[in-house]
């Protein structure tokens, strides 16, 4: 898909850009924080480019290009570029949300915290995929099994913590975020086919 490779582009760009991830300011023009709050709502959507080591970038984008490229090719490119603005927005939202609302993140700590990546989005892609091959595979999605389970048990072991030893803090409502629109967006699809 065009945008999808497009996208994949702008976040390797990015990512070479920001010295994978070092060159905080650079990095910071585009992070989500209380900035948000102050009419910045860009903000909500840029940190899909932000990847902060080769893990990071590699991991996400070969599943953005899994995913995106079958959504882009069978359902167009307005709606997958409208899904990806939504489920980047939403899925950041989230994680802003949780540090801001739960955790009480102040202002002036929000300078060491850094939220970035494509994986709400990709979070979100696969639930929705993941629902239509369940209850509308005439739209023509695969996702082979292991691929599911393992997005799915990497997702719900994001949240016991044992990933923050290795790669640091894991926005793990970030991909809660994209995943619940995902599977919300693919359920009201097949629903809306089935009643057809």
């Keep these: 898909g065009t945008y999808t490779l497009s996208l994949i582009i702008t976040s390797v760009l ?12 650079v990095v910071h023009s585009l992070k989500p924080d209380y900035r948000i709050m102050e009419g910045q709502l860009w903000r909500l959507i840029t940190p ?7 893990f990071h970038i590699l991991f996400n984008m070969y599943w953005f290009y899994d995913f995106g490229t ?24 989230f994680e802003f949300a949780y540090l801001e609302y739960y955790i ?6 929000w300078d060491k915290i850094i939220i970035g990546g494509m994986s709400g989005v990709v979070y979100g892609f696969g639930g929705y995929i993941w629902i239509k091959c369940k209850l509308d595979p005439a739209d023509g999605f695969r996702l082979d ?19 923050d030893k290795v790669y ?14 995902g599977l919300a967006w693919g359920y009201a699809s097949a629903y809306k086919w089935n009643r057809g």
Excluded at 78 to 84: D, E, G
Excluded at 104 to 109: P, Y
Excluded at 168 to 181: E, P
């Design 70 to 93: 079958q959504i882009e090719k069978r359902k167009g490119a307005k709606f997958f570029l409208t899904f990806v603005l939504i489920l980047a927005a939403v899925s950041n939202y």
């Design 168 to 181: 640091g803090s894991v926005a793990n409502f970030c991909h809660a975020g994209g995943l619940i629109v």
């Design 48 to 54: 899909i480019f932000i990847h902060l080591d080769i």
């Design 145 to 163: 099994p292991l691929i599911a389970l393992i997005l799915f048990a990497w997702f719900l072991l994001g949240f016991t913590g044992i990933f």
């Design 104 to 109: 009480g993140v102040s202002k002036g700590q």
């Design 14 to 25: 990015f990512f070479i850009i920001s010295g994978m991830g070092t060159y905080e300011s």
